[in-house]
């Protein structure tokens, strides 16, 4: 398989990848902090809360840097791929209409916001390298059986009527 073509705004999608992934990490880190500060306050007699909070927040931690890696993967990928796009703009509007639109937080709107109108810039980018790769492919079938019909008439293999009939067939097809 050939070079991959760079999609026109990857790279824009790609670095806001990575803010998102910033962000992701600072919210993991204030997980952790919290979860100490918490435990800090916790009485030793409230052994069991103590234990479930420490669950919960680890499993959130962890939710939390799967989505950084997967957000980074994605970024890394929609630079190149039509389908990573689709599942950046999946996300995106899934956060955009439950978490962000709810709490009004303007900066993560905007991130979120600005991937989603990215992603949605490199999917029709995609489609229109795919339009013009097909485009391409059609036009050279249609030399390359010219060139065919060419050489057969002219080993007289082929009668001019057929020539003629055969290269309009062609060309209808194409178009």
Same mark, same amino acid.
């Given at each position: 398989?050939?070079?991959?073509? +760079?999609?026109?705004?990857?790279?824009?999608?790609?670095?806001?990848?990575?803010?998102?992934?910033?962000?992701?990490?600072?919210?993991?880190?204030?997980?952790?902090?919290?979860?100490?500060?918490?435990?800090?306050?916790?009485?030793?007699?409230?052994?069991?809360?103590?234990?479930?909070?420490?669950?919960?927040?680890?499993?959130?931690?962890?939710?939390?840097?799967?989505m /950084?890696?997967?957000?980074?993967?994605?970024?890394?990928?929609?630079?190149?791929?039509?389908?990573?796009?689709?599942?950046?703009?999946?996300?995106?509007?899934?956060?955009?209409? @439950?978490?962000?639109?709810?709490?009004?937080?303007?900066? @993560?709107?905007?991130?979120?916001?600005?991937?989603?109108?990215?992603?949605?810039?490199?999917?029709?980018? /995609?489609?229109?390298?795919?339009?013009? @790769?097909?485009?391409?492919?059609?036009g &050279?079938?249609?030399?390359? +059986?010219? &060139?065919?019909?060419?050489?057969?008439?002219? +080993?007289?293999?082929?009668?001019?009527?057929?020539?003629q009939?055969?290269?309009?067939?062609?060309?209808?097809?194409?178009?």
């Amino acid at each position: 398989m050939g070079k991959q073509r +760079k999609l026109k705004y990857g790279t824009i999608v790609f670095v806001l990848s990575i803010i998102n992934v910033v962000l992701l990490a600072v919210i993991g880190l204030g997980f952790i902090f919290l979860n100490g500060f918490i435990q800090m306050i916790i009485n030793v007699e409230l052994e069991s809360t103590s234990d479930l909070l420490n669950t919960v927040f680890n499993i959130m931690g962890l939710v939390i840097a799967l989505m /950084a890696v997967f957000v980074l993967f994605a970024g890394f990928k929609a630079q190149y791929s039509k389908g990573w796009n689709i599942a950046i703009v999946v996300i995106c509007g899934f956060i955009l209409l @439950t978490y962000s639109i709810s709490s009004f937080e303007l900066f @993560t709107m905007a991130l979120y916001g600005s991937l989603l109108v990215f992603a949605i810039l490199n999917i029709i980018d /995609a489609s229109k390298l795919e339009s013009s @790769t097909y485009k391409d492919k059609s036009g &050279n079938d249609l030399e390359s +059986k010219l &060139n065919r019909l060419n050489a057969l008439f002219d +080993k007289g293999l082929i009668s001019q009527e057929e020539y003629q009939a055969s290269r309009q067939e062609a060309i209808r097809k194409i178009e």
